[in-house]
């Protein structure tokens, strides 16, 4: 990482000594820091060097505590708290391939120290998780930050999974979008945009994208796109988006039950009414994506049951009718 031999770099191979080496509970002597510089960098100083060294990071603006055990670091950029909430969304994530995922979890963990890996070794240790087969993701990414920055239409590749469970192109002609947000939702990354021949919002999964290109066009401004017509709001955005599907939202009254609060704040925040309470049962009102809320209402079926609007409610009741028949009829 740093020359050896230079006494120049002598300030910055401790300092990376103490992120290596010590925290809170575990500080590190004048000469254990002289013997970790001797194994590593084939450094040889004196007590008195390590000492002035250390009191110049201090001098600097470097969070290093002494005391009659030793010296540590004690300011990093995460905290062992905040490292593990960062490598756990790493790992969760279903965004990103495998490969990226075991990549960033081993940057993390080098950020805590070697005490701080070794406490985090079990999540080398986990099962694959399911992770996205899409190698460019990350690059895609990066792509789509720069296309809404610089306010750019972008094209891709869309693709979707074959039965060989490999990605393949939906068509083989790009998809030109108007790029507005990037959000994840799910464990996955998707991309909240206007197909430019359309004036409607889509949502793109980010994973399945392949070739995304930064174009020169200006992209359509937010109130172009019908939805936004009365402005762009995030959190309003994503309650109504519960699944990400394209599509209107519509008003929706449905009955559930009182023990459904937990599912119902989980999915829709708290931008939804309760209009009326009976025994167990309460009525509710939300603004949701007409799609999204037909999976909803099939997904807890049993507790509830949409009132309006009615052509929802009658997609819906043909919905368990083809359920009910398929678990109805002789295999």
Known sequence: MFATGNKKMLNMLILDILEQYSDEDHHLTQQEIIRHLRAQYGMDCD?????????????????????NKGAFLAGRKFDNAELRLLIDSVLFSKGISQKRAKELIEKLKEMGGRHFSAKVKHVCNLPELQHTDNKQTMYALDALNDAIDQRKKVSFIYNTYGTDLK????????????????????GRYYLIGNYDKYDNVSHYRIDRMTSVCMLDERRKPVSAVV???????????????????????????????????????????????????????MLIEVKCNEAAMRFWALQYGPYVEVLEPPELREVIRESVNEMWKKYNEAK
């Not at 250390?54 to 290093?64: P, Q, V, Y």
């Not at 990605?167 to 799910?186: D, G, M, S, T």
Request: aromatic share 12%; charged share 30%.
């Open 47 to 67: 007590r008195r060097s390590v000492k002035n060294n250390i009191d110049a990071l201090k001098e600097i603006g470097f969070d290093i505590e002494t005391n």
């Open 167 to 186: 990605l393949h192109p939906r068509r083989q002609e790009p998809y030109i979008v108007n790029p507005y947000q990037i959000v994840a939702n799910n």
């Open 227 to 281: 939805d936004f017509k009365n402005g762009f709001s995030l959190p309003k955005h994503m309650a109504e988006h519960i699944y990400m599907f394209s599509g209107k939202s519509v008003s929706v009254k449905m009955v559930a039950k009182k023990h459904l609060m937990n599912e119902l704040v989980d999915w829709f925040g708290k931008d939804f009414k309760i209009r009326r309470e009976f025994e167990d049962e």
